[in-house]
């Protein structure tokens, strides 16, 4: 085993740990009908899951993991920090509990590099929060990753702390 692939295991195993030890909702099972064998559950489109413990479209305002939708990289990184593993995992179950939701990752890089250099890195980071979301019990199909390379800052100055808050990936929800 290679050291990448030791530190892909490792991430692995903290995103895990951190997604059970960081649940802060239980999902119950829904009654089975056993006429039938079938699970029934009924979720109205504006008030949100029956489920105890699940999310619903008004906690993408209310809850505080959840309002965090910013996801930063160290210079020239792709590879998530441990720090944002948290944010990922309540996004993760919210894709979960919400499954008509959808959700776009829109990855980003500071000035340094050729355009075509960073476009390819700020594809990278959004793959990367999408493949963690994935790890954390999101779905593939409802998740968008897209690439803004340099071109959409958030800040202009040419220092390392505004290059900092322009290496990021941004969660935003085109369906809740």
Known sequence: MNASSASKLLIVA?????????????????????????????????T????????????????????????????????LKPEFQTIVNCHAKYLRDRPSSRMTLDGHADERGSRDYNMALAERRAQAVSSAMQAAGGSASQLTPNSYGEEKPVCTESNEGCWSKNRRVEISYSAR
């Open 14 to 46: 903290a995103m895990c740990t951190l997604a059970m030890a960081c649940s802060k909702k239980v999902k119950e099972t829904p009654p089975v009908d056993t006429t039938t064998g079938t699970t029934t559950t009924t979720v109205p489109a504006d």
């Open 48 to 79: 949100g899951p029956t489920v105890a413990g699940a999310y619903g479209p008004n906690d993408l305002d209310s809850d505080a993991c959840l309002r965090q939708r910013i996801v930063y990289f160290d210079l020239d990184q792709d590879t």
